[in-house]
C-alpha cells in the first residue's frame, strides 16, 4: 500500500506565502512524476504544478513567477512553494504522483491522491 501525506496548509494574508509538502510512503519502488492540483468551490479540479523524476517542471500559467515545486527524491517527497498569494488561489490542494510499488521481479505503477489540504487567501 502507498500513502500520501500532505501538510502546510491553512489561512494567510493576501500577498503571503505558504509551502505545502507531500510525503509518500509504502512499498515504493520509485516515485515518478510528481504533481499539485487544486479545487475551489464549484470548479474542476486543475493541475497547478508539476515535476517529473528528472526535475523538468510545468506550471499553471496563472502560477507561474509566484509558485515553485521541488522534490526531494530520497525522502519520496514534494514540496509546493507558494508566494504572492492571492484570494484566487483559494483552494484544497491535493498532491499527486505516478508511483512504481514492488520490487525489480515485479514492479506496478499507478497513480495515487492525498487527502487534500485547505489554502485560504484572506484578509
Known amino acids: 500500500q502507498v500513502q500520501l501525506v500532505e501538510s502546510g496548509g491553512g489561512l494567510v494574508e493576501p500577498g503571503g506565502s505558504l509551502r505545502l509538502s507531500c510525503a509518500a510512503s509504502g512499498s515504493i519502488f520509485r516515485v515518478n512524476a510528481m504533481a499539485w492540483y487544486r479545487q475551489a468551490p464549484v470548479k474542476q479540479r486543475e493541475l497547478v504544478a508539476a515535476?517529473?523524476?528528472?526535475?523538468?517542471?510545468n506550471y499553471l500559467d496563472s502560477v507561474k513567477g509566484r509558485f515553485i515545486i521541488s522534490r526531494d527524491n530520497a525522502k519520496n517527497t514534494w514540496y509546493l512553494r507558494m508566494n504572492v498569494l492571492k484570494p484566487e488561489d483559494t483552494a484544497v490542494y491535493y498532491c499527486?504522483?505516478?508511483?512504481?510499488?514492488?520490487?525489480?521481479?515485479?514492479?506496478?505503477?499507478?497513480?495515487?491522491w492525498g487527502q487534500g489540504t485547505q489554502v485560504t487567501v484572506s484578509s
Open positions: 515535476v517529473t523524476y528528472s526535475g523538468i517542471t
Open positions: 499527486n504522483a505516478e508511483i512504481t510499488i514492488g520490487t525489480v521481479n515485479e514492479l506496478a505503477t499507478s497513480n495515487y
